[in-house]
């Protein structure tokens, strides 16, 4: 059953619209405005009144669940059209517990030494033709500041008529495995993008439970070192 209502879509649609224009050479992709409700709709326990960190956030998901579900939201974000448009929002919306850093998220979070977390939404770059390695980093990030026996949300696609998607699927479990989470539970095929080039690409929810102790973290990188699928 639908939690949110008409106003709460009509207030999501005017968030979709004012999103800046994907970039698809760092694996940009903006969420369709039906699926960021029915991403609302399913994440409302988890972001609930919660401390949670978005590691990137092209989609503005923070936006809506500090809006909508009172949620206290950080965003670690590098690209600077997106951190204006957040902190517009912020004004706009009276948002109280919401904040946008600029950071590169190559870097450990460590150095920002912020304090722990309820959770993490993380919408990674897919990967495609590296193995899910920006995957890895994305969770490597999540993973040094995150409470103990925390969740978090990773979001992928997994698809069988996409074999390198399966191939991902299972380097992201093997490194979970081996980082003391795991995998508890998978919306599958609950999002679509706009202006893909696979019109049947989907991502799924992939649930993890963090248990409290992460022991092999892919570190800061080299500046030249290439996180997307190009």
Known sequence: MDILNKLDFSLISKVCISRPQADHSVEQYLMTTESMYAQLNVCRD???NKKVVFLGDDDHLSILASKLFNTNSTVIEID??????????????????????????????????????????????????NEAYGAKVWLSRALEILEPQSTGLLILPIN???????????????????????????????????????????????????????????????????????
Not at 116 to 123: I, L, M, Q, S, T
Not at 187 to 209: A, C, G, K, Q
């Open 46 to 48: 988890f972001l609930l």
């Open 80 to 129: 600077p059209r997106i951190i204006e448009n957040q902190k517009n929002l912020e004004k706009n919306l009276n948002l109280k517990h919401h904040k946008v850093i600029s950071y590169d998220i190559r870097n450990s979070l460590k150095k920002l030494d912020l304090k722990k977390f309820d959770g993490f939404v993380a919408n990674p770059p897919y990967g495609s033709k």
């Open 160 to 230: 069988f008529d996409l074999p390198w998607s399966i191939k991902n699927m299972l380097k992201v479990q093997e490194f979970l495995t081996s980082n003391d989470s795991l995998v508890v539970k998978i919306d599958n095929d609950i999002h679509t993008y706009e202006d893909l080039p696979d019109l049947n690409l989907r991502s799924s929810n992939i649930w993890i439970h963090y248990i409290g102790t992460a022991k092999n973290l892919i570190p800061a990188l080299a500046k030249e070192k290439n996180v997307y699928r190009i």
